[in-house]
């Protein structure tokens, strides 16, 4: 089965499911990208929010801090059961299957292959997840725009292989990259509440081409729709400066305006909080985390350590939101990393920097900090950390880090 029409299936459903939405804007944008892995820990943080949901409205219950596991076992009790038809139960068994494969490094040595994911395991992953959105809008009473086609595909999910419905597919939408950057600079992961009724559908994709190709440029993730309005996008494209943004109001607006101002030197102020405050929106929570940087540097020069430490733990909370809306955003992935070094939480720095070098090889600044990670473990004497920490510098060196060249080579 070809795969690019499930995408579009999910970009037509995108905008009937609430604070959502942005996760399954990013669901397609990824998978165009071949972000498989993104896809799949997506499409986890969607139907975590749809299970959140269910148990709010259909058990009456407090959700708290419950994850996907457990909630899902709630709906296979036999005091729930019927609430999930027992296929749509299966569809999310195969989701939270590949989700957790996904979002979870399940090998040992570094030296390890992890799990790998592919273009099928993507494609049953979307037939099970398009099943259940169309399963919940209608429990919903979301009208998605005409009859269902009488066509169906089979999804192996299990032994067992389930019919899932196809719905017609809409126009093409757009496709980010993600950044690879290196400065120091995204909301939190999937939402605990649905809106009853569909929001306003996003604008047309094709509409924001330009603009997106400015995003792609910087190598920033692109705002979800909701966060974006169709009549500012050609004013966005153009604008150079501050007073070129003068009028526009949209969220996306705010973090062009945020941007402009921090990498003029100049502190934002309400944009950012606007910006920021847009669901999904992981430019400019990640921009709220570079700010916050800049603020525990100059904290921490002029002697006071407690509001540096205050500073930099809000700037790692907004790298976590950033990735939790944009899992393969390297830029807040690399600074959140760099927080955490500061932080002293190094074993979670090189979590991080192990896993943007795992997933491009060529990136030398991350090498470089996994070095001086490394090092920093291995003053206790581990001899193999020490060996880590240099080949660590050497791969960096090798990619372009002038400064690594000396501990490279020293003996």
Same mark, same amino acid.
């Given at each position: =089965?070809?795969?690019?029409?499930?995408?579009?299936?999910?970009?037509?459903?995108?905008?009937?499911?609430?604070?959502?939405?942005?996760?399954?804007?990013?669901?397609?944008?990824?998978?165009?990208?071949?972000?498989?892995?993104?896809? =799949?820990?997506?499409?986890?943080?969607?139907?975590?929010?749809?299970?959140?949901?269910?148990?709010?409205?259909?058990?009456? %219950?407090?959700?708290?801090?419950? =994850?996907?596991?457990?909630?899902?076992?709630?709906?296979?009790?036999?005091?729930?059961?019927?609430?999930?038809?027992?296929? *749509?139960?299966?569809? =999310?068994?195969? +989701?939270?299957?590949?989700?957790? &494969?996904?979002?979870?490094?399940?090998?040992?040595?570094?030296?390890?292959?992890?799990?790998?994911?592919?273009? %099928?395991?993507?494609?049953?992953?979307?037939?099970?997840? +398009?099943? *259940?959105?169309?399963?919940?809008?209608? !429990?919903?009473? +979301? %009208?998605?725009?005409? @009859?269902?086609?009488?066509? #169906?595909?089979?999804?192996?999910?299990?032994?067992?292989?389930?019919?899932?419905?196809?719905?017609?597919?809409?126009?093409?939408?757009?496709?980010? /990259?993600?950044?690879?950057?290196? /400065?120091?600079?995204?909301?939190?992961?999937?939402?605990?509440?649905?809106?009853?009724?569909?929001?306003?559908?996003? @604008?047309?994709?094709?509409?924001?081409?330009?603009?997106?190709?400015?995003?792609?440029?910087?190598?920033?993730?692109?705002?979800?729709?909701?966060?974006?309005?169709?009549?500012?996008?050609?004013?966005?494209?153009? #604008?150079?400066?501050?007073?070129?943004?003068?009028?526009?109001?949209?969220?996306?607006?705010?973090?062009?305006?945020?941007?402009?101002?921090?990498?003029?030197?100049?502190?934002?102020? #309400?944009?950012?909080?606007?910006?920021?405050?847009? #669901?999904?929106?992981?430019?400019?929570?990640?921009?709220?985390?570079?700010?916050?940087?800049?603020?525990?540097?100059?904290?921490?020069?002029?002697?006071?350590?407690?509001?540096?430490?205050?500073?930099?733990? !809000?700037?790692?909370?907004?790298?976590?939101?950033?990735?939790?809306?944009?899992?393969?955003?390297?830029?807040?992935?690399?600074?959140?990393?760099?927080?955490?070094?500061?932080?002293?939480?190094?074993?979670?720095?090189?979590?991080?920097?192990?896993?943007?070098?795992?997933?491009?090889?060529?990136?030398?600044?991350?090498?470089?900090? &996994?070095?001086?990670?490394?090092?920093?473990?291995?003053?206790?004497?581990?001899?193999?950390?020490?060996?880590?920490?240099?080949?660590?510098?050497?791969?960096?060196? !090798?990619?372009?880090?002038?400064?690594?060249?000396?501990?490279?080579?020293?003996?």
């Amino acid at each position: =089965m070809e795969i690019e029409p499930l995408f579009n299936q999910i970009d037509s459903l995108a905008g009937h499911f609430g604070r959502v939405s942005g996760d399954l804007q990013a669901i397609a944008a990824r998978g165009r990208a071949s972000d498989y892995r993104g896809v =799949m820990q997506n499409t986890r943080l969607v139907l975590e929010a749809i299970l959140r949901d269910l148990v709010t409205r259909e058990l009456k %219950q407090t959700v708290g801090k419950a =994850m996907l596991d457990e909630l899902i076992t709630k709906f296979r009790q036999q005091a729930n059961a019927g609430i999930i038809p027992t296929n *749509i139960l299966a569809h =999310m068994g195969t +989701v939270q299957a590949w989700g957790n &494969l996904s979002a979870h490094d399940h090998a040992g040595s570094l030296a390890d292959e992890g799990v790998q994911v592919g273009k %099928q395991e993507v494609i049953a992953s979307l037939n099970s997840m +398009v099943a *259940i959105l169309t399963w919940y809008a209608g !429990k919903l009473g +979301v %009208q998605l725009g005409g @009859p269902a086609p009488s066509s #169906a595909v089979t999804v192996k999910t299990g032994p067992h292989p389930v019919p899932t419905p196809v719905a017609a597919p809409p126009p093409k939408s757009r496709a980010p /990259v993600f950044f690879g950057g290196v /400065v120091l600079l995204g909301v939190a992961g999937a939402a605990a509440w649905f809106v009853t009724r569909p929001p306003a559908v996003a @604008p047309a994709a094709a509409s924001f081409d330009a603009l997106d190709a400015l995003y792609r440029t910087r190598n920033e993730p692109v705002p979800p729709g909701s966060c974006r309005n169709l009549d500012e996008a050609a004013k966005l494209v153009a #604008a150079k400066d501050e007073a070129a943004l003068a009028g526009l109001t949209s969220a996306e607006a705010a973090y062009v305006l945020a941007r402009l101002k921090h990498e003029g030197g100049t502190k934002p102020g #309400a944009e950012l909080d606007k910006a920021s405050s847009c #669901a999904g929106f992981a430019a400019a929570l990640s921009l709220h985390g570079k700010v916050q940087v800049r603020e525990a540097e100059a904290a921490a020069k002029g002697g006071d350590a407690d509001a540096a430490a205050a500073l930099y733990g !809000k700037a790692a909370r907004n790298f976590d939101a950033a990735l939790a809306a944009a899992p393969a955003y390297k830029a807040a992935r690399f600074n959140r990393a760099l927080v955490l070094l500061k932080q002293n939480q190094v074993d979670d720095g090189v979590k991080d920097l192990s896993e943007l070098v795992a997933g491009d090889p060529t990136f030398g600044e991350a090498h470089f900090y &996994l070095g001086v990670a490394y090092e920093a473990l291995a003053r206790g004497g581990d001899e193999g950390l020490k060996k880590k920490a240099k080949d660590a510098f050497c791969a960096a060196s !090798k990619n372009g880090v002038a400064a690594a060249k000396n501990r490279c080579e020293a003996p």
